[in-house]
């Protein structure tokens, strides 16, 4: 039977560092200075067995770990399963502890787990939450899926526009239009090349085509526009029935494939997620849509466990920070050490915002770059701001549970900025000379 020689109230700590295969281990009991070691391999039978030795003390047990890849995610759930407290050590800390321990940039399976005990030891570890036991797995694998296939859509995008139509039909590209529509694509399969359009009357190739356009204004002019292009192409004469063209039929049908699961993705996530409550708060939120609401409920999980917006602008890298030594005061700037996934759809959503027709970030957007129009450097900076602000407003309405109120702060005069203030000459009062 194992003895549980410890001081009342501290809990045995656990550092493990998570690999592939196996994971080492190191325990501290409190009372006792020579800590355990063990090997725990990701098999059942390893970790039945570790959970019955953390049992057997008897006393509450605090697991640290650092994610590595999806490895770290079954035993982490097995262990809360369990009833033992889990931290989360963050990759970044633990190689600046590493280095700062050992004066070195040394790194084993050993000493990474001793570093933990440390950074355990010492309450530098943040909170787990583990998807499953919250809830927001379907979600994120949802979201997850979602970007995989939109990554894949976009690089078949590229591969179209610069190097298959280059080479077989250079002028279609001002026909390819919005790429969530998938009725060039299908035109494309039909007809890839100008000759297999120039081989018929004009009047034959638009009843052939009609039904592959699809339910557009204008079908006949726009068809009739297509194939008098076709007609001047200096595209290459190549035969539709050679293998090359099949290969280009082929990345055509793949390209249509993609955005048939995006679209099914798209469904499932408002099916899943269609009356969620902070769901529906969220695309309230001008920018916000479905996706972008599927991404940060999946990313940043329950708003409400960050009790202050900064905690959740910093959990997004949307702090500032400063690198500050001496005299030398570098550039305040985003420090981006938190969620890029995050960071990303904030981003995108404060392009949508500044693009809408009236909202309260665009008007932000506006009063920042009031002073040069044209500066790119000072755009990027508003978007920025733009960007931060979103978020700070989706923490906001998910902890309040409201929904968003465009121009909350009202139409009075506006507060003057100091950064956004430009010295005014009266009308009547003339440079000197």
């Known amino acids: 039977m194992t003895k549980t020689h410890h001081k009342t109230g501290q809990p045995v700590l656990v550092a493990i560092d998570i690999a592939k295969h196996r994971n080492e281990v190191l325990i501290a009991v409190p009372g006792r200075r020579r800590r355990k070691r063990l090997t725990v391999r990701n098999v059942r039978e390893d970790i039945d067995r570790f959970v019955e030795t953390l049992t057997a003390f008897g006393v509450p047990v605090q697991v640290g770990f650092e994610p590595t890849?999806?490895?770290h995610r079954p035993l982490a759930w097995r262990l809360h399963q369990a009833g033992f407290e889990l931290k989360?050590?963050?990759s970044l800390s633990l190689a600046r502890t590493r280095e700062a321990m050992h004066n070195s940039w040394d790194k084993n399976d050993p000493k990474d787990a001793q570093v933990m005990l440390h950074m355990m030891q010492t309450g530098l570890t943040q909170i787990w939450h583990d998807p499953l036991v919250h809830g927001v797995n379907d979600?994120?694998?949802l979201s997850k899926t979602h970007a995989v296939i939109s990554q894949t859509k976009t690089e078949f995008w590229h591969r179209l526009r610069t190097h298959y139509l280059p080479l077989y039909f250079p002028e279609a590209e001002r026909f390819m239009g919005n790429s969530r529509s998938d009725w060039f694509?299908?035109?494309?399969?039909?007809?890839p090349t100008p000759g297999?359009?120039?081989c018929m009357s004009e009047d034959a190739f638009i009843e052939a085509a009609w039904g592959v356009v699809g339910k557009k204004a204008s079908i006949a002019r726009l068809l009739a526009d297509i194939y008098a292009t076709a007609a001047d192409s200096i595209g290459l004469p190549v035969d539709p029935e050679t293998p090359a063209i099949r290969m280009f039929c082929l990345v055509l049908g793949q390209g249509r494939h993609l955005i048939a699961q995006r679209d099914q993705i798209e469904q499932q996530a408002s099916d899943l997620l269609g009356t969620h409550p902070d769901f529906v708060r969220l695309r309230t939120i001008p920018g916000i849509g479905p996706i972008n609401a599927l991404t940060i409920l999946a990313e940043a999980?329950?708003?409400r466990r960050f009790g202050h917006h900064r905690q959740f602008l910093k959990f997004c890298g949307f702090n500032l920070s400063t690198q500050q030594s001496g005299i030398f005061r570098g550039q305040t700037k985003l420090s981006k050490f938190g969620n890029a996934r995050l960071r990303r759809t904030f981003w995108m959503a404060g392009q949508v915002a500044i693009r809408q027709r009236e909202n309260g970030f665009r008007d932000k957007y506006e009063r920042y770059i009031a002073r040069d129009h044209s500066d790119p450097h000072l755009k990027r900076k508003a978007l920025t701001s733009?960007?931060?602000t979103i978020a700070r407003t989706a923490h906001s309405v998910i902890k309040t549970e409201t929904d968003y109120r465009p121009f909350f702060e009202g139409r009075g005069p506006r507060r003057k900025d100091p950064a956004l203030q430009v010295p005014l000459r009266h009308a009547s009062s003339r440079p000197r000379r």
């Open 69 to 71: 890849g999806d490895y």
């Open 88 to 90: 989360l050590i963050s």
């Open 139 to 141: 979600i994120q694998e």
């Open 185 to 191: 694509l299908a035109f494309l399969e039909q007809f």
């Open 196 to 198: 297999s359009i120039t």
């Open 301 to 303: 999980g329950d708003l």
């Open 386 to 388: 733009v960007a931060a």
